[in-house]
T-cell receptor, first 114, second 112 residues
Framework: DAGVTQSPTHLIKTRGQHVTLRCSPISGHKSVSWYQQVLGQGPQFIFQYYEKEERGRGNFPDRFSARQFPNYSSELNVNALLLGDSALYLC?????????????FGPGTRLTVL | AQSVTQLGSHVSVSEGALVLLRCNYSSSVPPYLFWYVQYPNQGLQLLLKYTTGATLVKGINGFEAEFKKSETSFHLTKPSAHMSDAAEYFCAVSDSVNDMRFGAGTRLTVKP
């Protein structure tokens, strides 16, 4: 069975640009979470979506937004990119919402902002 | 608010030696605790998790962790390190809601 997939694998943008990252969860999973992992640090929670509704939001500015589609795939959008947005963006899926559920992580999208 | 502190950003052991990675948590409600491993250029893989019940949790690849409420700890151990265990390890805490908080990670090096 396919795991969580993310696209693109790598991305280079310049300051002020916009970026869209995509995630496809494991088949049957209805919850998708997004994390930002800056080099040398642990992942930081950005968003969780369950059944197409936002269920949680981390401490990130409004430049970050996300949505979940009827097929449970998800997009993370970041506007007005800053150098500090350079990071590995991880998507994770789980069968249900709720903190006790195991999250399955994709390989991530490496974003570099120049 | 929940948080996790991983003691030691780098741990080095010899092959065959005991692995001990330390994790302390802070949570105002009963926590759910996780250990994840990350190999270079890959996503995170779950090693083990504690939700309720038995406080000694066994995971994949011979790892285990013990939930100690009195010490607010969830340390990860493995009796005998293998070269393939070299990776970054993350402890994480969650509650009944949805927000998972990760520690800063511990890089494990295994020397031959």
């Amino acid at each position: 069975d396919a795991g969580v997939t993310q696209s693109p694998t790598h991305l280079i943008k310049t300051r002020g640009q916009h970026v869209t990252l995509r995630c496809s969860p494991i088949s049957g999973h209805k919850s998708v979470s997004w994390y930002q992992q800056v080099l040398g640090q642990g992942p930081q929670f950005i968003f969780q979506y369950y059944e197409k509704e936002e269920r949680g939001r981390g401490n990130f500015p409004d430049r970050f937004s996300a949505r979940q589609f009827p097929n449970y795939s998800s997009e993370l959008n970041v506007n007005a990119l800053l150098l500090g947005d350079s990071a590995l963006y991880l998507c994770a899926s789980s069968g249900q919402a709720g903190g006790y559920n195991e999250q399955f992580f994709g390989p991530g999208t490496r974003l570099t902002v120049l | 608010a929940q948080s996790v502190t991983q003691l030691g950003s780098h741990v080095s052991v010899s092959e065959g030696a005991l692995v001990l990675l330390r994790c302390n948590y802070s949570s105002s409600v009963p926590p759910y605790l996780f250990w994840y491993v990350q190999y270079p250029n890959q996503g995170l893989q779950l090693l083990l998790k504690y939700t309720t019940g038995a406080t000694l949790v066994k995971g994949i690849n011979g790892f285990e962790a013990e939930f100690k409420k009195s010490e607010t700890s969830f340390h990860l151990t493995k009796p005998s390190a293998h070269m393939s265990d070299a990776a970054e390890y993350f402890c994480a805490v969650s509650d009944s809601v949805n927000d998972m908080r990760f520690g800063a990670g511990t890089r494990l090096t295994v020397k031959p």
